[in-house]
C-alpha cells in the first residue's frame, strides 16, 4: 500500500487502535497518527530525532505547532495521545506532498467520514448504493408530475438489453 501512495501521490488514511505503543510504531514507519478530540486535532510526526505536533481547531483560521525532542518524558507524552482522544488515525502517504496539504486533506476526510462531534454516533456509518435518479425522483415526486424526456422515454426506468421498462 505504501508504494501505490507514494507512486500516485495519494494519501491514505484509516481509523487506529487507541492503543500508545500501536501509534509509536506508525511514527516510526514514518505515518502520522491523527488524533480527534470533539473539533480538535492534533498531527504527529516523528522525523530528525524529532516528534512534530500541529494542532489546529476546525474552522480556526490558524493552529500551532511545537517540536519536542525524542526522549523518555515525550515518548511517555506521546503514548499517552491515543489513549485520551475520542479518535486516533494513521495516515500514510507520499513523503514529497506538502505537510499542510496532507493535514488539511487528512482533517477534511476525517470530517466527512466522521462529521459529529458524539463519538457514539460517528461509529456507524452506513453505506448505501448510489442512486443516480434520487434527486429526478424527488422532484418529480414534488411537482406530482410525470417526467418525460424529450424522446419520449421515462428516466425512472430502465434499460433491459433490448427497450426502456418502467
Do not use: C
Not at 491514505?12 to 510504531?25: M, S
Not at 506521546?78 to 496539504?101: H, M, Q, R, T, W
Not at 448505501?128 to 434520487?134: F, H
Request: a negative charge; aromatic letters at 10%.
Amino acid at each position: 500500500m505504501a508504494d501505490e501512495k507514494e507512486k500516485d501521490g495519494g494519501i491514505a488514511i484509516e481509523p487506529l487502535p487507541k492503543e500508545g505503543e500501536r501509534a509509536l510504531r506508525e511514527l516510526s514507519d514514518g505515518k502520522m497518527v491523527i488524533s480527534r478530540s470533539e473539533n480538535d486535532f492534533l498531527y504527529i510526526l516523528d522525523f530528525n530525532g524529532q516528534f512534530h505536533m500541529w494542532s489546529h481547531t476546525v474552522g480556526a483560521p490558524g493552529g500551532g505547532q511545537k517540536q519536542f525532542p525524542k526522549n523518555e518524558k515525550y515518548i511517555a507524552t506521546v503514548k499517552k495521545i491515543p489513549e485520551i482522544a475520542d479518535k486516533v488515525f494513521v495516515a500514510e502517504f507520499d513523503k514529497s506532498l506538502n505537510i499542510y496539504g496532507v493535514m488539511s486533506t487528512a482533517e477534511s476526510a476525517i470530517l466527512e467520514m466522521y462529521p459529529a462531534g458524539d463519538p457514539d454516533a460517528d461509529s456507524d456509518v452506513e453505506f448505501r448504493p448510489w442512486d443516480r435518479n434520487a434527486d429526478k425522483r424527488r422532484e418529480a415526486e414534488d411537482e406530482e408530475a410525470p417526467v418525460i424526456t424529450s424522446d419520449g422515454v421515462d428516466p425512472f426506468g430502465y434499460f433491459d438489453g433490448n427497450k426502456y421498462v418502467e
